[in-house]
């Protein structure tokens, strides 16, 4: 691909090389632009409430000071309560850590199952569960808060948990199946002989194999489930409520000054997670949509 | 001695599609059988079967003298080796080579024995701790070997093992594969859909086609007397000729007239074989037609013949001439003096004659 860029721009003449230009330009100027609110929120974040007051809004902070993140962590209040973001921070990692790790895990099953131990009905179970991805969320609401109800679930943990990994198994599967439906059935066969049963083959052969989709997925499931809002204000009561929902309470409870700097560095801390995730394993991520076949 | 692999009536569909049709194939302990058929015919569909690893529809499968129908793979004491080797990517040479084992709770003794055991016999010690990805096609093909070696089943299933390989290489291996069954004194069953590897392997050859068995045999008697025109047209390179002639009786003999373009006739007297019928496809071997002179015995004929085309190969020097509307390949010795445009003596060896039905294809002599 880049080395393919490079000989086109220097076979090519100047006006291709002036192309490139604009291009680069034009692009520059929409990263900019997605990046502006970002910058706006950090600097914003880092200033007193005065300097907000009489400052510009992308103007660098004169002081930077703390004070509006630690307040955003441990002190801003959410209606009632005023302990920052803090306790609703651990909540979104209580409910985000485990839903990924297992919706990742059945996932993949369900994936290997799909692809490679083909039985009758595969495709139409498959093409169920891809239409499970394309349902949208405010149809399952309210028969999911029935469920919850009924397995004694109703405002907990465990119940959010299970709501996203119900709602996160079609992409999940959709994921692994892709993956593995490249990997060539004889390899299946081969350990069949070799007498390994199901599990022994998904467990030797085929998760060692799945580490760039393993991240593909994590990733997209993690920030599915981080950012999500309406699960988490539908099925959360006080004191289990995700991050996002306590970040629109902060932002919309405060009485009296708004307090522009307090909300930036929740809203920060609310993304930084997902942030985090994406730097640490994006190059994974796009290996792992690009990765397939394996060969030899 | 009871067979080693027993196949009876075996059918094997796909939905509604017929793929393997009454299969009947029996093997003697020590044999190489070999099925070979054009692309498509069913061979890996069977080879699968005997697996285990495609259900099968009708029929039945014993190995060893064990009714194996319904028997799960892992159960049938059998090993494969696959086309695309199907090596395990994530683990080492080693690994591979002993997972087998590994699941089936051999110690951790006895599989290393066996490890070092067989590396040594393929020549792939120094391999042990690569991943397959960093070994060349020769090297992977050999693990896999190595991977079915090491099981010391009661039959050894490979398909198309060689396939991907380039030719010397192929050469190579094939050479030891035979050595390797000369020296296990294993069972085999080798698919392929290279005839001279089957002529050059096998001990028994079954020959395929959509799904039914045209023959089964020694390499001699498929090659020699193939038992349809599909069976003479597949085995055997550069392929047998198939001229259509029409028969004559003449006293005890057959007379056998072929159309020439531009020419008489040309008659050929069989003595040793009668009762034709009038319209018959006669099917001679390159090398069963030789320069007038060089191929002497009972029942030769020799007639001028009009070359069209000279191409020396080597050792030998293959001649095209036309008859009965086909061309046809002799296999002279190098040093002929045949030129293209010139009529050549010919001699046809009818001791080794075919006849085939023109509307059936079915072998008449
Ligand atoms: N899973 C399947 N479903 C339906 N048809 C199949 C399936 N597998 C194979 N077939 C069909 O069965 C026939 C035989 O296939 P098979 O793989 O046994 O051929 P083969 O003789 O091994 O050919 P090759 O030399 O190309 O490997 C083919 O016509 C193929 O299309
Ligand atoms: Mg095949």
Redesign the interface.
């Known amino acids: 691909m880049t080395d393919m860029t490079v000989t086109n721009a220097r076979s090519g003449g100047l006006s291709k090389i002036a192309l490139r230009w604009i291009l680069y330009i034009l692009l520059g100027i929409f990263a900019l632009y997605y990046l502006m609110p970002l910058f706006v929120m950090l600097t914003t974040s880092l200033k007193s409430l005065d300097e907000i007051r009489t400052g510009s809004l992308v103007a660098l902070p004169r002081d930077v000071t703390f004070d509006a993140w630690r307040t955003a962590w441990s002190g801003a209040c959410t209606g009632i309560q005023c302990e920052g973001l803090q306790p609703y921070f651990w909540n979104s990692v209580l409910i985000a850590v485990p839903a990924v790790m297992i919706s990742t895990l059945l996932g993949a099953m369900n994936g290997y199952v799909v692809a490679q131990w083909r039985f009758k009905g595969a495709n139409i179970i498959f093409s169920l569960m891809l239409f499970g991805c394309f349902i949208p969320f405010q149809v399952v609401l309210l028969p999911m808060a029935t469920t919850l109800g009924k397995l004694g679930l109703a405002g907990t943990i465990p119940g959010l948990i299970f709501v996203h990994v119900v709602y996160g198994l079609g992409f999940t599967t959709l994921f692994f199946r892709n993956y593995y439906v490249t990997i060539?059935q004889?390899?299946v066969?081969?350990?069949?002989?070799?007498?390994?049963g199901f599990f022994?083959i998904f467990w030797?052969?085929f998760l060692?194999?799945s580490l760039p989709i393993i991240v593909v997925t994590v990733i997209w499931q993690f920030t599915q489930i981080w950012n999500d809002f309406l699960f988490g204000v539908s099925f959360s009561q006080a004191g289990t409520q995700p991050i996002t929902v306590a970040l629109n309470n902060i932002v919309n409870s405060t009485t009296g000054v708004k307090e522009y700097n307090v909300d930036m560095a929740a809203a920060i801390i609310a993304a930084l997670p997902t942030l985090l995730v994406y730097v640490v394993a994006g190059k994974y991520f796009i290996r792992g949509l690009t990765a397939g076949s394996?060969?030899? | 001695m009871a067979p080693i692999l027993d196949i009876k009536n075996l059918k094997k569909n796909y939905g509604s599609t017929e793929i393997l049709k009454d299969i009947n194939v029996s093997i003697e302990p020590g044999d190489f059988l070999v099925l070979v058929g054009p692309s498509g015919c069913g061979k890996s569909t069977l080879l699968n079967c005997i697996a285990g690893l495609e259900p099968i529809t009708g029929g039945s499968i014993s190995i060893a003298g064990q009714d194996m129908t319904e028997v799960s793979p892992k159960d049938r004491n059998i090993a494969m080796v696959f086309q695309s080797y199907a090596l395990y990517p994530t683990m080492s040479v080693a690994k591979n080579i002993t997972f087998g084992m590994k699941v089936r709770g051999v110690d951790q003794a006895t599989q290393d024995k066996k490890l070092q055991e067989v590396a040594a016999q393929l020549q792939i010690e120094q391999l042990l701790n690569r991943r397959p990805g960093q070994l060349s096609g020769g090297q992977r093909q050999r693990v896999a070997m190595g991977r079915a070696l090491v099981r010391d089943p009661a039959l050894f299933l490979f398909d198309e093992p060689l396939s991907n390989l380039d030719a010397k290489l192929r050469v190579e291996m094939r050479t030891e594969i035979k050595k390797l069954h000369q020296n296990l004194n294993a069972s085999m069953v080798y698919v392929t859909h290279d005839q001279i590897e089957a002529m050059t392997l096998a001990t028994k050859i079954v020959v395929m086609k959509g799904g039914v068995i045209q023959q089964i045999g020694s390499p001699a008697e498929i090659y020699n007397r193939p038992a349809n025109l599909f069976v003479a047209d597949f085995m055997g390179s550069p392929a047998m000729n198939l001229i259509p002639a029409k028969t004559r009786a003449n006293g005890g003999a057959t007379e056998i007239v072929i159309d020439r373009p531009a020419a008489e006739p040309l008659v050929l007297k069989d003595t040793q074989n009668a009762n034709l019928p009038a319209d018959v496809i006669l099917g001679l071997r390159p090398e069963d037609i030789a320069e007038a002179g060089y191929r002497s015995g009972d029942n030769v004929q020799t007639a001028d013949c009009m070359v069209e085309m000279v191409e020396p190969a080597g050792a030998d020097t293959y001649v095209v001439s036309h008859l009965g509307g086909k061309q046809v390949t002799a296999r002279l010795h190098a040093e002929t003096t045949a030129t293209p445009g010139a009529a050549l003596p010919m001699a046809f060896d009818l001791s080794k004659v075919s006849y085939f039905a023109p509307e059936t294809g079915a072998r008449l002599n």
């Open positions: 060539p004889e390899l066969k081969a350990a069949k002989v070799d007498g390994a022994r030797s052969i060692p194999l394996v060969k030899g």
